[in-house]
């Protein structure tokens, strides 16, 4: 009898002992997870770190480009920002002999790809005429121009007064969730999404990521009762809330000079004709003589235009190995002095 209790202990113990070992083998190799995972996100955080630096050191670079190109009196897709072959005398120029892709900074190499922000319409500084021409383009039902245009007027400006179609803090408070009217200048183009008339087919437009050319002008009378708009373009493809103000007629693309007031199609395409010859045209009012605008267009025109631009987004994509981060900064420039907006990872 008492053998047989000695061997029951004795097999309970080694139970306990398989227990205590499955135990500790499961604390080991959690805490060798842990560890590793440690490990991981503080190799993650220092790979951030270089990443964040590398595009850093890009956008650097990118406003000292800028910088020295800041001594011409224009801005256009000659010059070496646009990957361009240089324009007038800075084909001397130092840049001239950089690149704008692949240069090292430290364990890695970035890219830059610049937009000037001039080649779209600054909506802080739009007026009616030409928020009212760039729905009429879209194909915007008339009855909805006088509505999109006075509330983002609205949106925009100071007061608490409403314009007839528009909208202040009293409309957008009636919504679910109520919010206010900024009464102040957009600094997001998402916000357009806000106002009062704006779709989200207006603001993405039918064919946003395609914008190639206008090929469908509704004139504003929009489509069929019952048909979806279709627009051939969205607002955030055209319009930009960092600018100087002005539209470089030098870099804006034809569907963006279509929509100046005084503009159309057979205008567009002549200035950008008149503006690539050699020697190009680099003055606004022989640029339009050249496209044989008429006087009281080109005097409308002129209302808008420029031919410089001092506002640019820089995509700096930072890579090390087969990793790439993308970062996006917004610079102002005032002549030879650059100055980063806004700098924020993307991707």
């Not at 190109?69 to 007038?88: A, I, M, R, T, V």
């Not at 009464?183 to 990521?209: H, Y």
Request: glycine share 8%.
């Amino acid at each position: 009898m008492k053998i047989f209790l000695a061997r029951k202990n004795s097999a309970f113990a080694v139970i306990v002992v398989l227990v205590a070992v499955t135990v500790l083998a499961l604390l080991a190799g959690a805490f060798a997870y842990a560890m590793k995972v440690e490990a991981r996100l503080a190799a993650n955080s220092n790979n951030d770190a270089q990443f964040y630096w590398i595009g850093r050191g890009g956008v650097d670079r990118a406003c000292w480009w800028l910088a020295l190109e800041g001594n011409q009196p224009f801005s256009s897709k000659l010059q070496y920002w646009n990957h361009g072959s240089g324009d007038g005398m800075e084909t001397n120029s130092p840049l001239a002999f950089e690149s704008l892709d692949n240069f090292p900074i430290g364990p890695g190499t970035v890219s830059l790809a610049f937009t000037e922000l001039e080649s779209k319409i600054n909506i802080n500084t739009a007026d009616a005429p030409l928020l009212q021409q760039v729905l009429t383009q879209m194909g915007v039902d008339a009855a909805d121009i006088s509505v999109v245009t006075d509330s983002i007027l609205d949106w925009i400006d100071p007061d608490d007064g409403t314009r007839m179609a528009g909208a202040e803090s009293d409309f957008y408070q009636g919504l679910t969730p109520p919010y206010n009217a900024k009464n102040g200048p957009i600094d997001n183009i998402d916000e357009l999404q806000l106002i009062k008339g704006v779709t989200p087919e207006m603001f993405a437009g039918g064919s946003s990521t395609n914008v190639t050319g206008f090929t469908q002008h509704h004139l504003g009378f929009g489509g069929a009762p019952g048909q979806m708009p279709d627009y051939p373009f969205g607002l955030r493809d055209v319009f930009t809330p960092f600018s100087t103000g002005k539209i470089n007629i030098l870099t804006a693309e034809e569907n963006v000079l279509e929509l100046i007031p005084g503009m159309d199609t057979a205008a567009a395409q002549a200035i950008v004709a008149a503006r690539d010859t050699d020697p190009p045209i680099r003055n606004v009012n022989q640029l339009l003589a050249a496209a044989t605008i008429p006087a009281p267009a080109a005097n409308q025109i002129q209302r808008y235009v420029s031919v410089r631009g001092d506002t640019y987004e820089v995509r700096a994509t930072a890579t090390i190995g087969s990793v790439s981060h993308e970062y996006t900064a917004v610079l102002f420039r005032t002549g030879p002095n650059v100055q980063v907006v806004s700098f924020y990872r993307t991707k």
